[in-house]
């Protein structure tokens, strides 16, 4: 090292740039990290735990039941003659655990839900997006999504003492409380969310494509159905596809509104009974340990699944779509 | 012997109080490339706009006077605007593909006009993209992507896709001004050919650009129309002094 460079190293200490840290500000500094980190994490940690322990005392019932069983059960009849049946009827002395009326409830409720949620929530975002003026539309979008944050119980009870009672004069259900009440029901829930959704993902289009529209001589209706849409299509099934999971895994509405009888059926006007609201009603009455108890939680991990798939279904949909960028 | 296709009179345009632009009165000539030119905020673009009533789609834009395409009054209450924007074509600074292919944006507009039969639309794809010289390079790869073309490409799609409907008159907002010079001299190429058969009105910022493609220009300033002639008068010649000093440099 020559003079010249002792010299320059020699400075350091008393120049305004060799300052040291203090060696509390960097403890504080890395505190403030490690806690904002911890708290990151901590989410992530709480759902992978649930998962675990959804998944632990899940697979216990394939022990203790198997997955046979959860499907259809073979019941000897009195005069000694076998027959396959799909019921739930985990209390009985003869316990029967086929899921199918369950998730033949849950879809039965969910898909006709989704169905109309889509028919009026992708309208009402189109109206938010385009058609409406932007003062009522800063009146109107924060008031549908307010709609979303009624508790489901309020929605459940209005469908369960009025709403229901107005169909049953309007439509005269085989039973008053059915499928069809409980998926008006959800559509409350569901279509302010595909609304919102909705008007997010058509607002994104940048406004240079309106105005390429409107220059080649287009109307206000050809350009949404033309090119908005079809610009937002991913946007806007992905609304679809959310409020699908809102719709299957809701339970109160469900619970209160469905008539909650386990029934096989494809009729929309018969009780049926969804998986969130079979866990929702006896998991409080369940005894800890027992088959029953644990056929639940293999409820929740069927529910899981379901959810999953469809999402990932969608996802890979969604991605070809965007790959192509043709719509 | 000049013919008249567009004339405005006594045009003033007001974004809610503030006034855009002020007592415009001027005569396109029919087959002819008017440029406006001027500084930003000038309102040469929003004039441009007035020219189709674009401007409808903004909120709180007042119009008075008159404007005038053929000898129609266009702001007369009973004019369809859907039919006026089919019959004046517009072309963007941006260039705004729709994400679709390259054969359905320059169909769109004629579908949406009723044309259905796939002979005819494939002739109109074809016919569009010679005019506007991009034929060669597009037409092995009709069914790719739109924005997969390069800057300049697309901006000649854009071009295309508004003759595809027929238009007399076609509009360019500054359609050059986000391209390197060799797209650059494809466009202005480009509007020498289409100036044969289509009235085109230019926006640019550039004024070489103006002085190489236009036969009359106009220049704007702080929404009025300061001086409007002949493109060699004005950048040869001008007879204003603001306009000598615009086209000088001195200024803007």
Redesign the interface.
């Known amino acids: 090292m020559s003079e010249q460079e002792k010299e320059f190293y020699s400075r350091s200490k008393d120049s305004k740039y060799g300052k040291r840290i203090k060696k509390f500000t960097r403890t504080k500094e890395s505190l403030i990290k490690f806690f904002f980190a911890v708290n990151g994490v901590m989410a992530l940690i709480f759902i992978i735990l649930i998962f675990i322990f959804l998944f632990k005392e899940g697979f216990k019932a394939l022990e203790h039941i198997g997955l046979l069983d959860f499907i259809s059960t073979n019941r000897i009849g009195t005069d000694g003659s076998s027959q396959t049946v799909y019921e739930w009827y985990p209390t009985s002395t003869e316990p029967r655990y086929s899921l199918i009326p369950l998730i033949l409830g849950t879809l039965l409720t969910a898909i006709p839900a989704t169905l109309i949620s889509t028919l009026f929530g992708v309208a009402a975002g189109i109206y938010l997006s385009e058609i409406a ?2 003062k009522w539309k800063e009146f109107l979008k924060p008031m549908i999504e307010l709609f979303a944050g009624i508790p489901t119980v309020v929605l459940g009870f209005i469908m369960l003492v009025i709403g229901a009672s107005f169909f049953n004069d309007l439509l005269h259900p085989d039973n008053r409380l059915n499928a069809f009440v409980a998926s008006i029901g959800l559509s409350f829930v569901i279509i302010p969310v595909i609304a919102s959704l909705t008007e997010d993902a058509l607002h994104s289009i ?1 406004n ?12 206000k209706w ?1 350009t949404i159905s ?2 908005i849409l ?2 937002a299509f991913s946007g806007v099934s992905a609304s679809i596809i959310l409020g699908f999971g809102r719709a299957i895994g809701e339970t109160m509405i469900v619970l209160m509104a469905s008539g909650n009888a386990a029934n096989i059926t494809t009729n929309i006007f018969l009780s049926v009974r969804t998986m969130t609201a079979t866990i929702a009603a006896e998991m409080g009455e369940v005894s800890q340990g027992s088959d029953h108890y644990y056929s639940l939680f293999f409820i929740g991990i069927v529910l899981f699944t379901i959810t999953f798939i469809l999402n990932l279904i969608a996802e890979l949909i969604i991605n070809k779509m965007r790959k ?4 | 012997m000049k013919e008249i296709k567009i004339i405005t009179k006594n045009l003033s345009l007001f974004y809610g109080d503030k006034q855009a632009l002020k007592n415009i009165s001027l005569e396109i000539q029919d087959k002819k490339v008017t440029a406006f030119i001027g500084p930003s905020g000038c309102g040469k673009s929003t004039f441009l706009r007035v020219l ?1 009533r ?1 401007n409808d ?1 903004i ?1 709180n834009v007042k119009i008075e006077g008159e404007v005038s395409v053929d000898g129609v009054n266009i702001y007369d209450k009973n004019i369809d605007v ?6 004046i ?2 072309v ?1 600074q ?1 260039s ?6 390259i054969y ?1 944006n320059i169909v ?2 004629p579908k ?2 009723g044309i259905k039969d796939k002979k005819t639309l494939d002739e109109i794809v074809e016919k569009t993209c010679i005019q506007s010289a991009i034929w060669n390079e597009v037409k092995d790869r009709l ?1 790719d ?1 739109a ?1 997969s073309l390069s800057g300049g490409q697309q901006q000649r799609l ?1 071009i295309a ?2 003759l595809a ?1 027929e238009p007399e008159i076609i509009l360019m907002d500054e359609p050059a001004s986000a391209l390197d010079p060799i797209s650059t001299a494809k466009i202005e190429e480009l509007i020498h050919d289409l100036k044969q058969r289509y009235t085109i009105v230019i926006v640019t910022h550039n004024m070489q650009q103006a002085a190489r493609v236009s036969d009359m220009t106009a220049f704007f300033y702080i929404g009025e129309l300061i001086e409007f002639d002949r493109t060699t008068k004005i950048f040869t010649n001008p007879s204003i002094k603001q306009t000598e000093d615009y086209i000088t440099g001195r200024f803007g």
Do not use: H, W
């Open positions: 003026n932007p940048p240079d494509l309106r105005m390429a529209s409107y220059g080649l001589g287009a109307t050809q033309k090119v079809p610009a192509k960028n043709t719509f | 189709n674009m789609l909120d859907v039919n006026l924007r089919k019959n074509g517009m963007f941006k705004n593909l729709f994400p679709k292919t359905e769109y507009g949406i006009n069914n992507n924005l854009c896709r508004a409907v």
